[in-house]
């Protein structure tokens, strides 16, 4: 029998593309991501972000940015349409509504500030884990509820 021997924990598992617009919180992020393994670019401006999203095609995307509605929207979509990957929105939410208008526009999960970082890399995991959006997505394409 012969064996093949890698050093898996060697091997990067998945891209993190980081979009922060605050140095210390991108400075946590990428040191909890690269402890596991992951590839960690950052961005600190909505432009460089969607330019870096589409070169790259993360596997999840962060955003960590306070941003007006529109704004915020528009990334979203901008993300949405460059990267496959999941995305995990920190939000400053007033209301639920604001979660739900984050969610239909693009992020597959928002997490209320303060987040804990544990539990951010917890969740982000457990989303890189099942695969990336695109491979559940088109199971429901035009199937009515």
Known sequence: MVTWKTDVDTVP???VLIISDQKENI???DTLFSQRNCIVLSERSVPDALQ???LIAPSLMLIDMKLPKSERLALLAGLRQ???GTILMLINANT???IVEANQEGADECLVKPVNPAVLVVKAMAWLGHGQRSERA???LGVTL
């Open 52 to 54: 870096s999203a589409q």
């Open 27 to 29: 400075a946590t992020w």
């Open 13 to 15: 598992l998945h891209t």
């Open 96 to 98: 639920i509504d604001e």
């Open 82 to 84: 460059a990267s496959r």
């Open 138 to 140: 088109p199971a429901m």
